[in-house]
């Protein structure tokens, strides 16, 4: 189901990094120039990562350029140390050789001194040498002033190249002045403008959705014109259409037909994160979280947005039972009789958070993380929510979860953020 | 710096899936699929990524055979849905038809039957004709049971094609069941058995350390035999170093050499990380955390081990003012004076947690995390910690962390961890 027509440009990304291909680091930049990419039109095709050897980021460059993408990024590579050599092998991809930019040079070597003054252990004359190793360009590259410590480069050609630092906080920048160059902005001229629309969907398998995607391929015109993903990931459902925007009547009939199909499921029709409504929702607010399984999880996601300290008055992890009397005045009989997982427990966790810290808000989890801890009447993966209102509004809710630990522990995080949307958008059992 | 000799089995993974492509998934097999291979000593050499596109996937798959790999790992594109596509592309490129396996046609439908009495709206004749896609397999390839309802498949050729489905649950078990088979076993026969050695330090800066690796290697005699990566996150500093079994005495001379120049920031010479590190020493304890900016990421990450029950007793996340003093009993004079985010505070947030929680272990954490709050005195990236043991020892420090917000939570949460480690290892200031 091609969208892009004979002129869309194309571009590849090229990740380097011995601990990025290992794992042992998450590659944030693929993700993040993807976006960006999306934005301006650009067909992304391929993502490629490889470790920190000269033969196989050569190989990458050339498997791109072979496939006709108009631009490569790269990422990584551009430090001090032996393993970083990206610089030198895109300069022999492209045919040019390395010529010392003796400006950049001086420019680097002020970036180092105060650093310099800080560590006493340094070498002058090692750090001289690594100072000038970043100064080392391809002849007619452009260079993108260093964030950090090091430069970037725009290298001109058919691919267009550009060269980027690892670590996202130097990369972002770097990238928005890369875009400006003329070599950047030829190379993306005859770029279409895509839009991509997002539906999210809670509660419902992804199969069934499948089903109705189906269903909106044999009844809706124009359907094919809609290049649609979905990914099922923590119980949430993402569906991604992109599309060119003639197309968007299609796109609206279908999100027409979803919700109609799936009115409780379907929480957010312009993609915004449950994250966001949840922040939303709580303007004017004070939410306290009581937490077992989850032990702060649930806190920190609230607290993730800027400005949190407005909607979010604390929170307990009332990790043991005694610490749910000792913190939350939850009567040891309940949990004695029901068990630290059951409803009445989540309920009562719920009422101590509200009082705990004068809220008018509370979400409370308890639940069996696992490995350990299942029986056969509550197994690992049982918990129980029960989000409320000072007005007395409340939600309770069990459930059992698939996975291991941290999925458990992740999920039952997410279930808790819907349970609070929910329960804000007007839902909620009958007031006790 | 190669250690592959000319008879090291290369592989090469292909992710598929536009979710993967855009960065709303992150990709986990890569990571777990390299580890599995390095176990083996089966060198990886690409990992490339590709949306849900049958002209990107077979272009991946024809790259890695020209880059001459003895073995394609795929992982995504098994499902249902039109999206998923990975199957008939490798047939293609394996030169095979698609032939139909009516016994695991069955077998598939035998999977969804329970499945189906669940969901009301499911209409069978669809149902049936995604089973039926997913039992189509290349002719003459493996067939590998499936975990979820997507069977993988061992195509047999060179290179060797082994298809695995996306959801890590599912891909794992069943690469153990490929591995085994005479296929995969003929195409890794040649391998080399490499080790993989992992030092750590906390509070070092990586120029630093490229300067000691560069004394290194003009002092240890085979440091060449070393294929050394070096990686700095969150402050902390993993190096790792591949060998041969026989470079093992350089290895430890590199180590030594470390050791002896960073003895206070090396914390780990077998790779044994923070967190399990902490697990250990507070065997027998009771821990407990205070947390303001880090709003439950502390807690969180202590518990993240199956056990944790063991030894944490719980936490507080006292994000307002007013919750310090209401569940912690920290006196607001001392806020009013110093400020919540002060060293005064931290230490009344410990003692509080130890108190509260009748913990014999406390972890404290004060800061701001930004974007705002952040004065000339106290900028964006001020943290003040306060860890504490019963019987009075304790450590307090307050650094000025880099990076945005997630950058200063996610931080100040490794710091809390390390000084855990150090006090609970006979380090502490002297105690009051």
Redesign the interface.
């Known amino acids: 189901m091609?969208l892009t027509g004979p002129v869309t440009p194309r571009a590849g990304i090229v990740v380097t990094?011995?601990?990025v291909?290992?794992?042992?680091?998450?590659d944030?930049n693929?993700?993040?120039l993807?976006?960006r990419l999306?934005e301006l039109g650009v067909d992304?095709?391929?993502?490629?990562?490889?470790?920190?050897?000269p033969?196989?980021i050569e190989?990458?460059l050339r498997?791109l350029a072979d496939?006709g993408v108009d631009m490569i990024l790269t990422s990584g590579g551009l430090?001090?140390?032996?393993?970083d050599m990206t610089v030198e092998v895109v300069a022999r991809f492209s045919g040019r050789r390395l010529v010392l930019d003796e400006a950049l040079e001086e420019r680097i070597g002020e970036i180092l001194r105060p650093?310099m003054k800080r560590?006493r252990?340094?070498?002058p004359e090692?750090?001289r040498a690594?100072n000038r190793k970043q100064a080392l360009i391809p002849e007619g590259a452009e260079v993108i002033d260093p964030v950090g410590t090091a430069p970037g480069l725009v290298v001109p050609g058919s691919p267009v190249v550009v060269v980027l630092p690892g670590p996202p906080?130097e990369l972002q920048p770097m990238w928005e002045v890369a875009l400006a160059t003329d070599a950047v902005q030829a190379a993306i001229a005859a770029r279409t403008r895509y839009t991509q629309r997002t539906m999210r969907l809670f509660g419902l398998?992804?199969?069934?959705l499948?089903?109705t995607?189906?269903?909106a391929?044999s009844r809706i015109h124009g359907f094919d014109r809609l290049e649609?993903?979905?990914?099922l990931?923590g119980g949430e459902l993402?569906v991604?259409s992109r599309l060119e925007p003639d197309a968007t009547a299609a796109y609206e009939a279908l999100a027409a037909f979803v919700g109609d199909r799936h009115p409780r499921e379907l929480y957010s029709t312009d993609g915004t994160r449950i994250d966001d409504l949840v922040a939303e929702a709580l303007a004017g607010r004070r939410v306290a979280?009581a937490?077992s399984c989850?032990?702060?999880?649930?806190?920190?996601r609230?607290?993730?947005r800027?400005?949190?300290?407005e909607y979010?008055?604390?929170?307990?992890?009332?990790?043991?039972n005694?610490?749910k009397t000792?913190?939350l005045g939850v009567d040891p009989r309940l949990i004695e009789e029901h068990g630290a997982v059951s409803e009445p427990v989540a309920e009562a966790m719920a009422r101590g958070a509200l009082g705990?810290?004068?809220a008018d808000t509370a979400a409370a989890v308890t639940g069996i993380a696992?490995?350990?801890g299942g029986t056969p009447d509550k197994p690992v993966g049982t918990v129980c929510w029960c989000v409320r209102l000072g007005d007395g509004r409340s939600l309770t809710r069990t459930l059992l979860l698939p996975?291991?630990?941290?999925d458990i522990?992740e999920r039952s995080t997410t279930v808790a953020m819907h349970l609070l949307h929910r329960l804000l958008s007007g839902g909620g059992d009958d007031a006790p």
């Open positions: 091609r990094g011995t601990e291909l290992t794992g042992r680091v998450r944030r693929g993700p993040w993807s976006d999306l992304l095709a391929h993502i490629t990562i490889c470790g920190d050897r033969r196989d190989a990458q498997f496939q430090g001090p140390t032996a393993d650093l560590f252990y340094w070498d090692a750090v690594a906080r398998p992804e199969s069934a499948a089903e995607l189906r269903e391929e649609i993903t979905t990914c990931r993402e991604v979280t937490e989850t032990a702060g999880l649930l806190a920190a609230l607290t993730e800027a400005g949190a300290s979010v008055a604390g929170g307990a992890v009332v990790y043991s005694r610490s000792q913190l705990r810290f004068e696992g490995p350990g996975g291991g630990r941290s522990r």
